[in-house]
């Protein structure tokens, strides 16, 4: 018995005999399946040699769109971050200077001897002790060191001794000298500047905003 002749795509073939005696489909590249109904009634074949779609990528173009997004947006955000990050140094150690005053008034009283907040330019520390010639408890002292990109000087060179500055010096009443600074500036090497100064009633010291 031997098959008709059939039609794809408009052409005729004729299958020799041998050939549809093992396979009557292979010789012409087409998978034996059940015919697919297609929009409009037609039938259609898959074939072996089909190619899948191709999965959607970025072009050239696009991936150089992108790129320069990310670099406009990188130029913008990193001079600002930059900025806060210097900023946010003068108020902290501002902050530290203002509690060592606040530290040596509240020893001041404790002790009963006056104490003063030093300041060592050469070693870039602050300290808090009791005033030469008084006798405090040692392990109540402290010191610390300015960061590195900060320095710090005041309106006046109080009294000197072994190398400190006398900044600030509270009685053992908690008032400050008359001796004490009246304001303590520090700057950073990028320009910005920060104030701790006295408070109008002259009992404590306050920070002011930073200038540039």
Known sequence: MSLPPFKVSGLRFQVPAAERELNPWRNFGLVA???QTGAGGNQKLATRNQK???AAAFTLVELIIVMALLAIVTGIAAPML???MKE???P???KRFLAATEYARSEAVSQGVPMVVWLDLAARQVGIEPRPGF???PTR????KLGP????ETDQRPTTVNGHINVVEFGPDGAPADTSAEFVKLADRFGYEMNVVRTSDRWSYEIQRPTR
């Open 92 to 94: 902290d150690e501002a």
């Open 52 to 54: 899948p779609p191709s």
């Open 33 to 35: 399946v059940r015919p």
């Open 82 to 84: 930059g900025r806060s």
């Open 141 to 144: 002292n402290r010191t610390y």
């Open 149 to 152: 990109d900060v320095h710090m």
């Open 135 to 137: 006798d405090g408890e």
């Open 88 to 90: 946010r140094n003068l």
